[in-house]
């Protein structure tokens, strides 16, 4: 979906993304997929940066991401940057 140039047109620096970990993955068990608030289907993060994050929200700690920085293109590859963070609640 995040490819479709009307998704990415709607896209902005700062956005709330919503992840999704995906274990059952048959291609990659640290599979997170990332979504738009309006449930749009950006992708996956990449394999190679996925083992710390699927690692920590297999221990149900809260990962929240938001898009970090947009390509003038989506041709370009990554055409959108996005940065992680844990969720800690109060205690």
């Known amino acids: 979906d995040g490819m479709d140039e009307e ?3 709607n896209l902005n620096v700062g956005d709330e993304l919503e992840l999704r970990r995906q274990p059952e993955n048959p291609y990659d068990e640290n599979a997170i997929e ?3 608030a ?13 083992p710390i994050p699927a690692a920590i929200a297999d ?3 809260t ?4 898009i970090f920085s947009l390509e003038d293109s989506p041709d370009e590859y990554p ?3 996005i940065q992680l963070y844990m969720i800690i609640p109060d205690l």
């Open 59 to 61: 221990q149900h700690v």
């Open 7 to 9: 998704v990415y047109d």
């Open 63 to 66: 990962i929240g991401a938001e």
């Open 34 to 36: 990332v979504f738009t």
């Open 79 to 81: 055409p959108v940057e």
């Open 38 to 50: 309006d449930g749009y289907k950006l992708g996956y993060i990449p394999r190679v940066d996925n």
